[in-house]
């Protein structure tokens, strides 16, 4: 498959010692990009909703 020009020219800037832009980009590094990191609707509700019945139950004396 051919280059592209800037394929070209990133290639060309690391053959002369020039910082390559590639290395510049993110890896995973195991992180899982599909995960949740806030809870969705139902499960606040659902933990809300414990401690809300929990707070309602009658303290023993």
Do not use: C, F, I
């Amino acid at each position: 498959m051919a280059h592209s020009k800037a394929k070209k020219h990133r290639m060309k800037m690391d053959r002369e010692g020039k910082w390559n832009p590639e290395l510049n980009r993110l890896n995973w590094n195991g992180l899982l990009p599909v995960e949740r990191r806030t809870p969705t609707w139902n499960r606040a509700k659902a933990k809300n909703g414990a401690q809300a019945q929990k707070q309602m139950e009658p303290q023993p004396a």
